[in-house]
């Protein structure tokens, strides 16, 4: 597929693809969930404007780092006009998610610290399960790994 020039101002659904390595069919998805958008020629194409790009580019960092979908269409909602965002807009994202994005890492951490004891999921599989964790005790206090849960 042909990457844009520089200065297109309208991108093809194939060149919105190659230049920003996003599958066309995880584009069709995008609009499709509302994030971006684009018009149709009179021939029924679909035609993109160049910024879109950046909306792109942000949706796909936003996921890898795990914000869910709906956040991401949420957050970009509140830009007037549906406009993409900018440099303060961005910054006002990042903050929005850093408390998230924190927890995340938190919790992420405390995976890789604690991941060779137990976690108090109810599988007593580990040898010290029976020690830490006797008769499934901590499965009165709920669902799931309660220890993870819980610190
Ligand atoms: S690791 Fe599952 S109960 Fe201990």
Redesign the pocket.
Known sequence: METPKWNQAELTVGQLATRSGVAVSALHFYERQGLISSRRTAGNQRRYRRDMLRRVALIRIAQRVGIPLADIRDALDELPDGRTPGRRDWEQLSQRWRAELDQRIHRLQQLRDEFSD?????????DR?RL??PH?A?GDRGAG?RRLIES
């Open positions: 137990c976690i108090g999921c109810g599988c007593l599989s580990i399960c830490a964790n499934d901590l790994p």
